[in-house]
Every structure is written in C-alpha cells, then in structure tokens.
C-alpha cells in the first residue's frame, strides 16, 4: 500500500462537493434578491402600505424567488447546474429574468398600479443585474476551484474488469465537474482485474480502502456487480458500512429494472443507495465547532478542579496521574484516550481484556470516588479540543473490542457502524441506563442498536438533550463501578 498512496492527493485545507457547493451558490444568490427585494419594499413605504398592498408586495416577492430558484434548478445530470460550461449558467439566468421580469412587473401594474409596479421595477432590476454578476463570479471561479481540489467529489471503485470500464467512462467525463476516481478497488487476480484501467490504478484490495480513508477525503464509494450478487455485497459491506462515506451500487449486467426516481443519480450514472455518510459535511462542521467552543469552556470552568483531582491521585498512589489508552475511534481509526489513573499502577489493564466489577480489588480508594462519579473521564476533553472524539457519540472502547470472552464485532454483526462519527464522552445508551461493564452479549446488543439509533436520529438539539440528561444520570450512579 506505501507505493498505492504516493498517487493518493493529499486532504485538501478546504473541500467542498459539488452539491454543498451549488447550495451555497444559490442560497447566496437568492440572498441577494431577497436584500433587494426588501430594500424596494422599504423604499416604497414598507409597513405605512395600505395591507392589500403590502401583501401583494410580499406574496409577489416570494413567488418570484421561488420561481427563480425552480426555473434554474440543475437538472438530473447536471451536477454543478451549468457553471462548469462557458456561459450556460448566464445564459440561462438572463432567459429567466427576462421572463419573470415581464410577468411579475406586468402583473404588478394591474394589481398594484403604476405607482407600486414602479417602485418593484428599481428592486427587480438591480437583483436581476447582481443575480447575473454573481453568476459570472461563480463560473469563472469554479474551474480555479476544481483545478486546485477545493470543489469535487472524490470517488473509489469496487470491483475491476470490463464491469468497471462502463462505470469508469463516463465518471472520467465528468472531470471537469470535478468527479476525481482516485483508484480501483478489488480483490480478484490482476488476469480479471488489471492494474491500470482506462488510466485509473488500481490501490490495492478491499480491505486496503480504510487505509486511503485515513489519508485523503473520500466522498463516495461504488460498488459495481449486478444486485443479484447478495452474497458478495453482503460481504463487502460487513467490511464498509463503518467508513463515513455515501456507499452506492452501480446495478451492472442485470435485467432487473427500476424507475429513474430509484436512483441517486450521479451525472448520467445511476446508482443505488446503500449506506449513506450520517453526517453531511455542513452538519459535521456544526458538530465539530459546537464541541471545540462548549470543549474550551468546560475545560477552562474545570481546570481547578483538574488540578485538584491530579494532586489528590498523585498522592493517594504511587504511579502517573493518567492512564492512557488504545480505543477504536472515527472510521475505526486507533487514538490514546486521556483518563485519570484509577486503578493500582502495577495492576493497570491497558488491553481492558478484564473489565472493572464491583469490589474490584485493582481500584484505588480514590479511583472509586472517580469511577462512581465519572470524574476520571473529564481529561477527555482534550481528546475533544484535538478532534479524536466529541463531546456526545457512541462511546469509545479499546482496539479489539473484546471483554473478557466476549468479542463486540462478532456478537454484533453491524458492530462496525458505530464507528462512522465521532466517538463521545456520553452519549445516548449511557444516558438510557446501558453504562458501565460490558458482561454478556445482550449487553453490547443493546449499547449498539442505541449507538446506531443515535447516529440515525443526529442533530445538535439532539446533542443537548443528551447533554442535559448526562448529569443526573452521573449523579444517580447507575451501573457504576
């Protein structure tokens, strides 16, 4: 794999696909005729209006936003809506305005007289002039943006062979919309499976894939061969459903037939839904700023207690202050959780192959104090400020995912979804009662179908509510040991 990933780009500083970046253009631009809008509607009276003029004025107004924004939506193949080809977004928006222009104004005079119809005219015209030089902005900074792997989507294949070839044409001509494939994917010979197809290599087998995930951004893995192959996609998946990427079947070599609403098309490629990435890249941002603010904030609020704690472990056994371990976190990927010691130093369990249990000779005075408080898992908060885990997510546990004889993976088949965000300092099995040791399989059954049931149901008012509920149920000290 050392040679594979030397043709791996690099994770760019700042990546946007093409359908976060087409939101952004087009809320910007109904923005602006939005601003417009208001500042004709202040201009000609705003609230002193007689009521059925103010309406009109309103209800005109957001017709015709909604109509702009219908009028120029991109179509089924279009993935950057025109603005990858000279022209055609302009174009477009000028045939539109023009339309919208006579309609909205003629029908404004009759409703609103001559007076009103007037005043629509000196906010329409300057939003339609903006509209237009943003657009002219936009298509001359998307090639700048694609050239550069700020805007695109990157793309791995599954599978190789003549099946890989109809997928990988038209995926290259869509280059300059931005679709990169940054390699091949299979396990077969290279007699099946050659290592260069239509100049797109091949990086190794499936089980290398996690490995490109830790070095670059990958926004969509496909994986082509016909839905007949159940067995093998079976497989395959019980392999990928933890990497946090939009998985899609490209249905190849099959006679059966959907209707084009079936599918997630990309470009003219259609394509099935199989796992979706649980978070989209604005909604990831929203996670990751709202952990590292509320992060700071809880650190700098509890410092002094930190302080005291280590002070008081320093002194109630010999040993560190913390205990450092290996634990499974995003995309599977190992990182060092920050605890305090709670055990003996001599008798510290790295592995966590032998779980703490009641009475637990190998805890300190003081560590019980920590345990049955869950004091001694404040120090992850630095592993929330460095991006390792956030502050509400499936909890972390060690590589291997094993207690005593109890192996996670294999007791649950969807184990490895979990890993798909961000692993948290609470989160909501813990809050559910589902805390403390994991002794039998149903156990670990039911922390992950409230794991993957979290992972589902994501949004920040979610995130608090959790939040909200981690203190009482601290203080209850259920299931602590």
């Known amino acids: 794999m050392t040679t594979a990933l030397h043709v791996v780009p690099q994770r760019?500083?700042?990546?946007?696909?093409?359908?976060?970046?087409?939101?952004?253009?087009?809320?910007?631009?109904?923005?602006?005729?939005?601003?417009?809008?208001?500042?004709?509607?202040?201009?000609?009276?705003?609230?002193?209006?007689?009521?059925?003029?103010?309406?009109?004025?309103?209800?005109?107004?957001?017709?015709?936003?909604?109509?702009?924004?219908?009028?120029?939506?991109?179509?089924?193949?279009?993935?950057?809506?025109?603005?990858?080809?000279?022209?055609?977004?302009?174009?477009?928006?000028?045939?539109?305005?023009?339309?919208?222009?006579?309609?909205?104004?003629?029908?404004?005079?009759?409703?609103?007289?001559?007076?009103?119809?007037?005043?629509?005219?000196?906010?329409?015209?300057?939003?339609?002039?903006?509209?237009?030089?943003?657009?002219?902005?936009v298509e001359a900074l998307v090639p700048y943006l694609v050239a550069r792997n700020h805007l695109g989507l990157h793309v791995a294949l599954i599978g190789g062979g003549a099946a890989a070839c109809t997928i990988?044409?038209?995926?290259?001509?869509?280059?300059?919309?931005?679709?990169?494939?940054?390699?091949?994917?299979?396990?077969?010979?290279?007699?099946?499976?050659?290592?260069?197809?239509?100049?797109?290599?091949?990086?190794?087998?499936?089980?290398?894939?996690?490995?490109?995930?830790h070095h670059t951004r990958l926004d969509l893995v496909i994986v082509i061969m016909p839905p007949s192959a159940e067995a093998r996609i079976t497989q395959l998946l019980d392999s990928l459903w933890h990497l946090p990427v939009d998985i899609r079947l490209a249905p190849v070599s099959t006679t059966l037939?959907?209707?084009?609403?079936?599918?997630?098309?990309?470009?003219?490629?259609?394509?099935?839904?199989?796992?979706?990435?649980?978070?989209?890249?604005?909604?990831?941002?929203?996670k990751r700023g709202f952990d590292l603010c509320a992060g700071l904030l809880i650190l700098t609020a509890l410092a002094p207690l930190l302080a005291l704690l280590a002070l008081a472990i320093r002194i109630d056994s010999p040993g560190p202050v913390m205990f450092r371990q290996w634990r499974e976190g995003y995309a599977g990927r190992p990182f060092l959780v920050w605890k305090f010691r709670t055990l003996h130093h001599a008798q510290a369990d790295a592995t966590a192959l032998r779980?703490?249990?009641?009475?637990?000779?190998?805890?300190?005075?003081?560590?019980?104090?920590?345990?049955?408080?869950?004091?001694?898992?404040?120090?992850?908060?630095?592993?929330?400020?460095?991006?390792?885990?956030?502050?509400?997510?499936?909890?972390?546990?060690?590589?291997?995912?094993?207690s005593s004889e109890i192996d996670f993976a294999r007791v649950v088949r969807s184990y490895g979804a979990r890993h798909r965000v961000r692993p948290g300092m609470t989160g909501w099995a813990q809050v559910r009662g589902l805390r403390g040791p994991i002794q039998t399989p149903e156990q670990i059954s039911g922390r992950v179908a409230l794991d993957l049931d979290y992972i589902d149901r994501w949004s920040l008012l979610f995130d608090l509510r959790i939040l909200a509920l981690t203190?009482?149920?601290?203080l209850r000290g259920e299931n602590a040991v």
């Open 471 to 474: 203190l009482p149920t601290v």
């Open 168 to 213: 990988l044409a038209p995926l290259i001509a869509m280059r300059q919309q931005g679709v990169r494939v940054l390699g091949l994917f299979d396990d077969r010979e290279a007699a099946r499976s050659p290592a260069v197809q239509m100049g797109v290599p091949k990086l190794g087998r499936v089980a290398d894939l996690p490995e490109i995930l």
């Open 355 to 402: 779980p703490v249990t009641q009475g637990d000779s190998r805890v300190t005075r003081l560590g019980r104090m920590l345990r049955r408080s869950s004091l001694d898992e404040l120090p992850q908060l630095f592993n929330v400020i460095d991006g390792s885990m956030s502050l509400v997510g499936p909890r972390p546990h060690a590589v291997g995912a094993r």
């Open 12 to 137: 760019p500083a700042l990546h946007l696909t093409p359908v976060a970046f087409l939101r952004l253009v087009r809320w910007g631009e109904a923005g602006f005729v939005l601003a417009c809008l208001l500042a004709g509607f202040w201009h000609a009276g705003g609230l002193t209006l007689p009521l059925w003029q103010g309406i009109g004025w309103v209800v005109a107004g957001g017709v015709l936003v909604a109509a702009y924004r219908g009028l120029t939506a991109p179509g089924r193949t279009e993935l950057l809506a025109q603005f990858d080809q000279r022209g055609a977004a302009l174009r477009l928006a000028a045939r539109v305005w023009l339309g919208l222009l006579v309609l909205v104004l003629g029908t404004g005079y009759l409703w609103l007289g001559s007076a009103l119809a007037l005043a629509m005219a000196s906010a329409l015209l300057p939003a339609a002039l903006l509209s237009l030089l943003w657009r002219q902005g």
């Open 257 to 286: 037939l959907f209707r084009p609403r079936t599918y997630r098309w990309l470009g003219a490629v259609p394509l099935l839904a199989l796992f979706d990435r649980p978070l989209r890249p604005v909604d990831a941002a929203l």
